[in-house]
């Protein structure tokens, strides 16, 4: 394996994975429409600006290079929105994982990573939460990501296309030696939005809900170092390289932390004030999400090595160097 696609490299978590192929010695072709990602997150890979649902425009990039596997990044992936327009989720987010596997089996290419989340288990039937646990999104969103990983074990049968599907929980942190780092607009996700309450960028964090059945009654969820998160994609798909077969996975450290713990780790890593108020509960909010990492273990070799002060820390990092973000 030598050149990788990356699907949606300009965005937070693809962006990331550019730097550790890189760093690996990968050559990295990033597909990105642009549209929530950013150019400067994709440096040093060779970037093509164009939509995945552009059969066109995929046909010159297998035919510009050579690829050896794809990781597929490219999603809309704000719950709420999800919910108020699903047809733009499913046309996106499905539509885009359809045409690029018409793509692959078009071209040869027989190995795919794919971003999935911890949405598609939806309200959870027991913490730590397993792979062979229930799936029933709660929203488009999750829907949209299971319909996909369902589409590619068919696309295995029928197109000899192997995938693993990686669910993750919640991706924080940045990497601070590249200088990349997340820049969402807007911002919805807990750990940039405290961090730029300690910049002065937002007077206080709202917690949504402090009446969960949780120690402290704030939401817990499992936080992942996004550095983590892309070590599991390569060794995915070394895993495949090697013939491994088909799977989903969990990426989560095991570990919950709630709301409230959260806010506290980044007061005293900020050395911030960081005002709180409680706010009444987000919809659609499980109280517990937490991954069991096992089967990542046990199969793919994966340890996530970064806890949540790191975590915090190197998200810091990226927001005090990038107020305003790229
Ligand atoms: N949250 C919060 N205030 C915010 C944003 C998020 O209290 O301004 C809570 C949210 O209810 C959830 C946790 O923080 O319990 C993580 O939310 P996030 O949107 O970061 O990720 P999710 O778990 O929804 O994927």
């Given at each position: 394996?030598?050149?990788?696609?990356?699907?949606?490299?300009?965005?937070?978590?693809?962006?990331?994975?550019?730097?550790?192929?890189?760093?690996?010695?990968y050559e990295?072709?990033?597909?990105?429409?642009?549209?929530?990602?950013?150019?400067?997150?994709?440096?040093?890979?060779?970037?093509?600006?164009?939509?995945?649902?552009?059969?066109?425009?995929?046909?010159?990039?297998?035919?510009?290079f050579k690829?050896?596997?794809?990781?597929?990044?490219?999603?809309?992936?704000?719950?709420?929105?999800?919910?108020?327009?699903?047809?733009?989720?499913?046309?996106?987010?499905?539509?885009?994982?359809?045409?690029?596997?018409?793509?692959?089996?078009?071209?040869g290419?027989?190995?795919i990573?794919?971003?999935?989340?911890?949405?598609?288990?939806?309200?959870?039937?027991?913490?730590?939460?397993?792979?062979?646990?229930?799936?029933?999104?709660?929203?488009?969103?999750?829907?949209?990501?299971?319909a996909?990983?369902?589409?590619?074990?068919?696309?295995?049968?029928?197109?000899?296309?192997?995938?693993?599907?990686?669910?993750?929980?919640?991706a924080?942190?940045?990497?601070?030696?590249?200088?990349?780092?997340?820049?969402?607009?807007?911002?919805?996700?807990?750990?940039?939005?405290?961090?730029?309450?300690?910049?002065?960028?937002?007077s206080?964090?709202?917690?949504?809900?402090?009446?969960?059945?949780?120690?402290?009654?704030?939401?817990?969820?499992?936080?992942?170092?996004?550095?983590?998160?892309?070590?599991?994609?390569?060794l995915?798909?070394?895993?495949?390289?090697?013939?491994?077969?088909?799977?989903?996975?969990?990426?989560?450290?095991?570990?919950?932390?709630?709301?409230?713990?959260?806010?506290?780790?980044?007061?005293?890593?900020?050395?911030?004030?960081?005002?709180?108020?409680?706010?009444?509960?987000r919809?659609?909010?499980?109280?517990?999400?937490?991954?069991?990492?096992?089967?990542?273990?046990?199969?793919?070799?994966?340890?996530?090595?970064?806890?949540?002060?790191?975590?915090?820390?190197?998200?810091?990092?990226?927001?005090?160097?990038?107020?305003?973000?790229?």
């Amino acid at each position: 394996m030598k050149t990788i696609l990356v699907a949606g490299g300009a965005g937070y978590i693809g962006s990331h994975m550019v730097a550790l192929l890189l760093e690996r010695g990968y050559e990295v072709v990033v597909a990105d429409n642009l549209s929530t990602g950013h150019w400067q997150a994709a440096k040093g890979a060779k970037l093509r600006v164009g939509d995945l649902r552009d059969s066109a425009f995929l046909d010159r990039l297998f035919t510009e290079f050579k690829i050896d596997g794809v990781i597929n990044f490219a999603a809309f992936s704000l719950v709420g929105e999800s919910v108020k327009n699903p047809l733009k989720y499913y046309d996106n987010n499905v539509g885009g994982s359809i045409s690029m596997l018409k793509a692959m089996d078009r071209h040869g290419v027989d190995k795919i990573v794919f971003s999935s989340t911890a949405a598609v288990y939806g309200e959870p039937e027991k913490q730590p939460i397993e792979e062979t646990d229930r799936t029933e999104p709660t929203n488009p969103y999750g829907e949209t990501k299971l319909a996909i990983e369902k589409m590619l074990k068919w696309s295995d049968g029928a197109y000899d296309i192997r995938y693993v599907a990686l669910r993750y929980f919640n991706a924080a942190g940045s990497n601070t030696e590249v200088g990349i780092g997340e820049d969402h607009s807007p911002e919805s996700h807990l750990i940039p939005l405290v961090l730029k309450t300690a910049l002065g960028q937002r007077s206080h964090i709202g917690i949504f809900g402090d009446d969960y059945p949780t120690p402290d009654g704030t939401c817990v969820r499992d936080y992942i170092h996004v550095r983590d998160l892309a070590e599991a994609h390569l060794l995915a798909l070394e895993y495949l390289d090697k013939g491994g077969k088909s799977d989903a996975f969990n990426l989560g450290s095991g570990d919950g932390y709630s709301v409230k713990e959260i806010i506290d780790t980044a007061r005293k890593i900020t050395g911030k004030e960081i005002p709180a108020i409680v706010e009444p509960r987000r919809d659609g909010d499980p109280s517990v999400l937490i991954a069991s990492n096992k089967k990542a273990g046990e199969i793919l070799g994966w340890k996530p090595l970064r806890g949540l002060q790191t975590i915090i820390a190197d998200a810091w990092n990226w927001h005090s160097n990038h107020p305003n973000g790229y």
